[in-house]
Every structure is written in C-alpha cells, then in structure tokens.
C-alpha cells in the first residue's frame, strides 16, 4: 500500500470542506498517480473530491458502513466499515492500492505502509485536519522533485523494497 497525500509544512491538509490551497498542478500530478489504481478513502475526503478521480476503484471507508451494499455513484464506490473492510476489499481489484485520506484513514494506513507519495505544499495554511506525525527515521527518501509551489517526496520505509516508479 502506498499513502498518497498533500499537506502544507505545517502538515494542514484541509480546511473545512476543501484544502486551504489552490494548487491544480499539484491536484493533477495526484491523479495522474492514482490513474487506474484503488484508492481507498475516508467518506468526508471522497465527497469533496470524488468528482475528478481517476482511480479505478474507490473503497470508502464511513462510520455508518455499507449502508449502500451495491456501492454509491453508481457503483463506482464500494462502502466500507474499517480500515480492514478496506484492504480486503481493495486487494480483490488485485492493482496498486492508495491510502488517499482524511487524517483518520492516514493515521490506520501509514503504519501498514511500505511507501509514501508526499507532496508539501509551500507554505503555511490554517486548517482543521493534519497529517499524522510520521517517524522519519523509519522512513529514507527515494525521490525527491521540486516544482514552483509544491515538493513531491517519495518515501520508501526503510528494509522495504524498492517502489515502483
């Protein structure tokens, strides 16, 4: 599983209902990434960007569950209860599979993570949802690229293989 997120460098990575940043370049470098592949998703995060995915199955994971047994939005979203519900689900796609947030759905996946697909975001944004506190030093960065208002960083964790890129 890769965890796959944005957040500013104070770790903000949302506000409200949305991101406290307007960063198309960056919002479309993400789905390039998950183009095809499963993400799964909190239910709050996949409302607000459920309409440009390009991934092709979404496993969102809600507190009320599968009250939708044949999925939402025309079946092109299968809900679940838990994090575990999730992955049982995501790996019958049999493709890559993304943690794609909110801060809960991060906090549950990182720790099952290999590799993270990090962009920061330049600059320090108020919000009311962070990116969990990550030990670093479990962590060594394979790739780092700086573009004009974000950096995408990937971290592999340390002892795992090698990602593909």
């Given at each position: 599983?890769?965890?796959i997120?944005a957040?500013a460098?104070?770790?903000?990575?949302?506000s409200?209902d949305?991101?406290p940043?307007?960063?198309?370049?960056?919002y479309e470098?993400?789905?390039?990434?998950?183009e095809?592949?499963?993400?799964i998703i909190?239910?709050?995060?996949?409302?607000?960007?459920?309409k440009g995915l390009?991934?092709a199955?979404?496993?969102?994971?809600?507190?009320?569950?599968?009250d939708s047994?044949?999925?939402?939005?025309?079946?092109?979203?299968v809900?679940?209860r838990?994090?575990?519900?999730?992955?049982?689900?995501?790996r019958?796609?049999?493709?890559?599979?993304?943690s794609?947030?909110?801060?809960?759905?991060?906090?549950?996946?990182i720790?099952?993570?290999?590799?993270?697909y990090?962009s920061?975001?330049?600059?320090?944004y108020?919000?009311?949802?962070?990116f969990?506190?990550?030990?670093?030093?479990?962590?060594?960065i394979e790739?780092?690229?700086?573009?004009p208002?974000f950096?995408?960083v990937?971290y592999?964790?340390?002892?795992?293989?090698?990602a593909?890129?």
């Amino acid at each position: 599983m890769i965890v796959i997120g944005a957040m500013a460098t104070n770790h903000v990575i949302g506000s409200g209902d949305g991101m406290p940043w307007n960063v198309p370049e960056e919002y479309e470098h993400f789905l390039r990434l998950i183009e095809g592949h499963t993400i799964i998703i909190g239910r709050r995060s996949y409302d607000i960007f459920r309409k440009g995915l390009t991934s092709a199955h979404n496993v969102v994971v809600s507190r009320s569950g599968g009250d939708s047994p044949g999925g939402i939005d025309g079946g092109s979203a299968v809900i679940v209860r838990s994090i575990e519900d999730a992955l049982r689900v995501a790996r019958s796609f049999g493709q890559t599979i993304f943690s794609a947030g909110g801060a809960s759905i991060y906090a549950q996946t990182i720790p099952l993570a290999d590799t993270m697909y990090l962009s920061y975001i330049k600059g320090q944004y108020t919000g009311d949802a962070y990116f969990p506190e990550f030990s670093e030093h479990e962590w060594a960065i394979e790739k780092r690229e700086d573009h004009p208002r974000f950096e995408f960083v990937v971290y592999r964790r340390k002892g795992a293989p090698l990602a593909v890129s």
